[in-house]
């Protein structure tokens, strides 16, 4: 096709620096500010081309507004676009919580600031289980789905299987599934995408090829992989760097779903295996990655901060949680930059592939579970001082101390739901209305 020189380089950047700059509200308002830019002002990608694009990033683990903006990126001045346009997506939110984290950590004593995540919690509650609803409607469209998911909460809530291997188990019941019983596991439909229209000649495409797909494989790889494999060898495996660069590297393949799928196995491992949180914080640093440009995923520079901060041998905690966070940040999204720059000229032979499309069903009931899972525990954890945790043989119970209620987060949390589902407040307000109460009560109650 013909050179893509009918979007500037330069106005380009200045667009991707608006969404950067305008993406909150989680995938789904990240996206619409996307669509909004590219597809109705500007005009720079079909309404197809982009429903295209989202359904081959909805396919994906990690981040799907930000793959998206890397596609389209790409499109339109190829390589380097897709760089800055991914870059550019996440930049905002590392900074913003990578200030929070510094205050979170050496502040978090002060009044204020514990009045001010005291009214969080509640808030993020409610938009999880926003997210159930929303999630739940769209994929457990009849009984098979609806099964899916009630044994992926049992399997990740009371029996303690680990989240990836319910993604790969769903995925694989799915395919299979497909094959046998096609109406009922072909939920998540694709949208027709036609070829390219004469205004959208100036974007990039590449014929497939593999030689070159592997060499962009290997390339992605080692950029990923060798910053781990130099930690892992010039450190001590018990390092708090090579723990987390380990775990956030194999995070960042499993978050089928979106970033509320993985939450849960990322929040249950840091907290009880690495110790690197305390239960209640992780609906912190929640809040603050929902209060804040970019993707929700960037919480998981919150828990590499916390955990560096913590356990920081030898080195200044601060600089530790510093380090932590950006080699957090970098083995979670380095992942998302090699899938789109590998697959993307692959992505017309994805359309319509109904294998995939069934897979994809069944791992996105499977997600609602998993996130029915994340409200639950943390629920337990905001309400309740105490969560005592029971074993009978393979069954896990959670147990909590009816006597470590907490009164003031129990209204909250009723005040949460009842401006996110019944007045309808969007995230951002419904965060700030429980903010400024929970400082009122914190402060009433405390002094």
């Known amino acids: 096709m013909k050179s893509n020189n009918k979007v500037p380089f330069n106005e380009a950047l200045k667009v991707w620096f608006k969404i950067a700059l305008y993406s909150f509200g989680g995938p789904a308002g990240q996206i619409a500010v996307m669509h909004k830019l590219l597809v109705e002002e500007k005009k720079w990608v079909s309404e197809t081309r982009f429903l295209h694009a989202m359904n081959y990033c909805m396919m994906l683990p990690g981040p799907e507004a930000q793959q998206l903006a890397t596609y389209t990126g790409w499109l339109l001045h190829k390589t380097k676009g897709g760089l800055i346009a991914g870059t550019l997506f996440i930049l905002p939110g590392f900074i913003s919580i990578l200030a929070l984290s510094i205050l979170y950590a050496l502040f978090y004593d002060v009044k204020f600031v514990q009045a001010l995540f005291y009214g969080i919690k509640p808030a993020v509650l409610a938009i999880v289980v926003g997210a159930v609803v929303k999630i739940g409607k769209r994929a457990l469209k009849n009984e098979v789905m609806l099964a899916i998911s009630v044994l992926s909460f049992i399997a990740i809530f009371f029996l303690n299987v680990p989240f990836p291997f319910i993604v790969l188990a769903a995925g694989l019941i799915g395919f299979f599934g497909g094959k046998f019983l096609p109406e009922k596991f072909e939920v998540i439909k694709g949208h027709q995408v036609e070829d390219a229209t004469e205004n959208e000649r100036h974007l990039h495409f590449e014929k497939p090829v593999f030689v070159k797909a592997i060499l962009k494989l290997f390339v992605w790889l080692i950029l990923w992989l060798v910053p781990v494999a130099v930690l892992f060898i010039v450190l001590d495996g018990e390092n708090v760097f090579v723990k987390e660069s380990l775990f956030f590297s194999k995070a960042a393949l499993v978050t089928f779903g979106g970033a509320y ?26 809040g603050m990655a929902e209060t804040t440009p970019g993707p929700l995923i960037q919480v998981v520079q919150f828990v590499g901060f916390m955990g560096a901060f913590r356990f920081a041998a030898g080195i200044d905690p601060l600089t530790a949680g510093i380090l932590a966070s950006v080699l957090v940040t970098w083995v ?31 791992i996105t009931a499977a997600v609602v579970g ?18 005592n945790e029971t074993h009978f043989g393979v069954l896990r119970i959670y147990r909590p101390d009816w006597s470590t209620l907490d009164i003031g987060s129990l209204l909250l949390t009723l005040l949460a739901f009842a401006l996110y589902f019944i007045f309808k407040l969007d995230m951002l307000k419904t965060i700030l209305v429980c903010v400024v109460t929970g400082m009122v009560w914190w402060f009433g109650m405390n002094g």
Not at 262 to 283: H, N, R, S, T
Not at 332 to 356: D, M, Q, S, W
Not at 370 to 387: C, R, T
Request: hydrophobic residues 50%.
């Open 332 to 362: 979670t999204f380095t992942p998302c930059f090699l899938f789109i720059f590998v697959g993307a000229p692959y992505i017309e032979h994805l359309r319509g592939n109904k294998n995939l499309t069934s897979a994809l069903s069944a």
């Open 370 to 387: 998993v996130i029915l899972n994340l409200g639950v525990w943390f629920s337990l954890n905001a309400l309740f001082k105490v969560v």
């Open 261 to 286: 799928s993985v939450l849960a196995y990322i929040a249950q491992k840091a907290v009880e295996d690495y110790g690197w949180l305390k239960p209640g914080e992780m609906l912190d640093g929640l």
